[in-house]
């Protein structure tokens, strides 16, 4: 995490000094600890096994490549400019179990161009759409499928 925060530092600082990397190793000191101390936040994703590290750099790759197929339908919505477009809001349910894969699987529709998860209640989501063809297949997504084998295979132990 110390790492993490030293990038960052290093990153927005727009360039890199002596003077700079010592302010940035004391504020990514103090980040740390406040973080670890107060928010109580442990980061054991980075130091989990190797399994469990490419199961997330594999389903991170999918979104970008989802991202990437949702952003050019939108925009063939956008510069077709059809007569009738038909936004939506679809309820669904999930069968995942654990808080933060539905939390992921949220944040990945609405990275998707054209879906907004609007609700999550439990074991339901209520999204957005642009328009209606895009919630076709949203109850049974590849997020949705790909976060329930991370789930099964890595989590439940």
Known sequence: MFLLFFLTWLLLSGGISVHTCLWGLAVSALITWFCRRVLQYDWKILGGNPVRLWALARYFAHL????LKAGFVVMKVIYTRPKQITPKLIWFQTPLKAERHRAMLGDSITLTAGTITVRSEGDRMLVHTLDAPLAEGIE?????QRLQEMEA?????
């Open 140 to 144: 049974d997504s590849t997020f949705q």
């Open 64 to 67: 970008v490549a989802e991202m």
């Open 153 to 157: 295979a890595l989590w439940s132990k």
